[in-house]
């Protein structure tokens, strides 16, 4: 499931929701992406766009925000006490610290670190530019449809 934003040249600069399907001049958006695992309703009408009027569409996978977060969050986590154990014990001074409590301390410091970076790579959008041009479009639908929930018609 992928996230879409439309972008337009004037007044209304963004559209949000999910890409429904691809047409040879248009697309069809479902609006309310929050809603999108539920069925289509009367009170969920797509919206059909025309590809003249778009600028570009951006999509992300739906929860890629969160596994980016939750990998940076592990990979963090695993740095700090590699690099704790991998220093090894201190000796004799005041402020000794074993490998293991300096693991303890490397994988909390890197936590936070990690989670920012993480939430920044899954924030990332795939990003189709379109420019109003018809053929633009045309040549881009091959991309746009994998992002729908509708496959395009085969014609024979």
């Known amino acids: ?10 007044p209304t600069p963004v559209y949000k929701g999910v ?9 069809q958006v479902l609006p309310n992406a929050k809603r999108y695992n539920l069925p289509l309703t009367a009170t969920q ?9 778009i600028k570009e569409i ?12 939750l990998f940076g ?3 963090g986590v695993a740095t700090g006490a590699i690099i704790g154990f991998a220093d090894g014990d201190d000796e004799g001074t ?10 303890l301390i490397g994988s909390t410091l890197l936590l936070l670190p990690g989670i920012g970076i993480g939430t920044l790579v899954g924030s990332g959008k795939k990003k189709i530019n379109i420019q109003g041009n018809p053929i633009t479009y045309q040549n881009a639908r091959s991309s746009l449809q994998k992002y729908a929930l509708q496959p ?5």
Request: glycine share 6%.
């Open 1 to 10: 499931m992928y996230r879409c934003w439309v972008y337009f040249e004037g």
């Open 19 to 27: 890409l429904l399907s691809t047409s040879d001049s248009t697309i």
């Open 45 to 53: 009408t797509p919206i059909s766009i025309p590809a003249t009027a």
């Open 58 to 69: 951006r999509f992300r996978s739906k929860g890629r925000p969160g596994r980016g977060a």
């Open 73 to 75: 969050a592990l990979i």
């Open 94 to 103: 005041f402020f000794a610290f074993s490998a293991e409590d300096k693991a």
């Open 152 to 156: 395009a018609p085969q014609y024979e």
